[in-house]
């Protein structure tokens, strides 16, 4: 068979778009990925070619046809678009520019080909996490050959799985992490704890997405549009339509106890509620001891700093002190669109004033919540439980259940 050169597919794709079919940059790296897998595997004949690029740029019968026809039209007789050798270099090309892509966005950093590779080819939203990683690792409290070959290990699974070999973001270490008690996760375990968060924010948010597209049925009935629907059934209403709900904007209001028993499990719950919420509204977080503070959320990888170099570190804990100054606040910070969710153990001083604060608080939200690491409630957090939900969040899956009924 004859050899087609490479550059000729993009005018082949310019053809189809000329034809009317949706052929963007995201079609264009898919057909040209398609096609070195293809040549790979040693399957590049015209007809294996020709069905696996209709299956991926036709979006209909009707443009099926239309891709067959220009298909025949472009590539006559026994062409092929390119052998394997060719796309071995092609993607030695495209690992190359990669790497050299994440050389130039990382200057700072030595990290090793298979990271760079990883960082280069990875979504806007990878690239970011793996940067505050390791500006999260050279903030100097952290163990940077440890941090760099962590990501080195999470850097190999994206690679494998964008391959094709399916390899899971969480291993059977990270699974014995997520029923760890969060008091006894060591220094070096912080790394590998950070990233089984992220995905369990993922299986959260598939699970609320779902969970939201079954109940949008459950609106009010649409009688305009199901009459209308019922036309191609002979006017019975076989398929009933029914209104979306509105989705509501809603804010979230963060108080964070950073005692020294606290400091690390309110660090996590805040990373995972706040990759939660990203979409879903606007948060604001507070960190509390005797008194209260306002935190920004642009880079929680410096929570630890942020905390330890404030006023409030190694000092008291008042609850009713913390809650008393964050509805003071003006503008309100507290009202029927906020949700407040407290992080704390719920040991304090002051308990009558904290428990007189904590009912006021609850008058003035939407939903207080209250997450809390105890494995044992204190008898002043029982008490509360009796009129707030208290969730025991003892280890990282016990947060992701309770964080999942926050989208509820």
């Known amino acids: 068979m004859n050899t087609l050169p490479v550059e000729n597919l993009s ?30 595997a040693g399957l590049a004949d015209r007809q294996t070619v020709r069905e696996s690029l209709k299956a ?13 026809q220009s298909f025949d039209d472009f590539f006559v007789g026994g062409t092929v678009l390119v052998e394997r050798e060719v796309f071995e270099e092609i993607q030695e090309a495209q690992r190359r520019h990669r790497i050299d892509t994440a050389r130039e966005a990382l200057p700072d950093y030595e990290i090793e080909e298979e990271l760079a590779e990883a960082y280069g080819g990875a979504t806007e939203e ?17 163990n940077l050959p440890l941090m760099k070959e962590y990501l080195k290990k999470i850097a190999t699974g994206w690679i494998a799985a964008e391959a094709g070999l399916g390899v899971s973001g969480v291993d059977e270490e990270e699974d014995n992490l997520l029923h760890k008690n969060l008091s006894a996760i060591t220094e070096d375990e912080i790394p590998r704890a950070l990233h089984l968060i992220e995905a369990l924010v993922r299986r959260v948010n598939l699970q609320t997405e779902r969970r939201r597209l079954r109940e949008g049925r459950r609106g009010m009935p649409d009688l305009r549009r199901t009459i209308h629907a019922s036309l191609r059934t002979g006017g019975v209403p076989v398929h009933p339509v029914y209104k979306k709900r509105p989705r509501t904007t809603r ?38 001891s005797e008194g209260a503070e306002e935190i920004g959320l642009e880079d929680l990888t410096r929570f630890e ?35 407040l969710i407290v992080l704390s153990d719920a040991r304090t001083v002051a308990q009558p004033l904290a428990g007189g604060a904590i009912a006021e608080a609850q008058r003035q939200v939407r939903t207080l919540l209250w997450l809390n690491p105890d494995p044992q409630f204190s008898p002043f957090a029982q008490k509360i439980a009796e009129h707030v939900p208290m969730l025991r969040c003892n280890t990282l899956d016990e947060l992701a259940r309770a964080c999942a009924r926050l989208s509820k």
Do not use: H
């Open 56 to 68: 991926m740029l036709a979006k209909s019968p009707k443009e099926g046809r239309i891709f067959e």
């Open 251 to 288: 804010r979230t209001v963060i108080l964070c106890d950073i005692s020294e028993s606290m400091i690390l499990f309110s660090e996590f719950a805040l990373k995972f509620i706040t990759a939660l919420g990203r979409e879903r509204g606007k948060t604001r977080a507070f960190i509390f």
């Open 126 to 142: 990878r690239q970011a996490w793996l940067k505050n990683m390791l500006d999260f690792a050279q903030s100097g409290n952290r």
């Open 305 to 339: 700093q942020t905390v330890k170099g404030s006023t409030l570190w190694r000092r008291g804990t008042d609850i009713g002190g913390a809650l008393a100054y964050v509805s003071d606040l003006r503008p309100p910070a507290l009202d029927a669109a906020v949700t």
């Open 11 to 40: 005018v082949f794709l310019s053809q189809l778009r000329s034809e009317g079919l949706l052929v963007g940059p995201a079609e264009a790296e898919g057909t040209l990925a398609l096609l070195a897998a293809l040549g790979a």
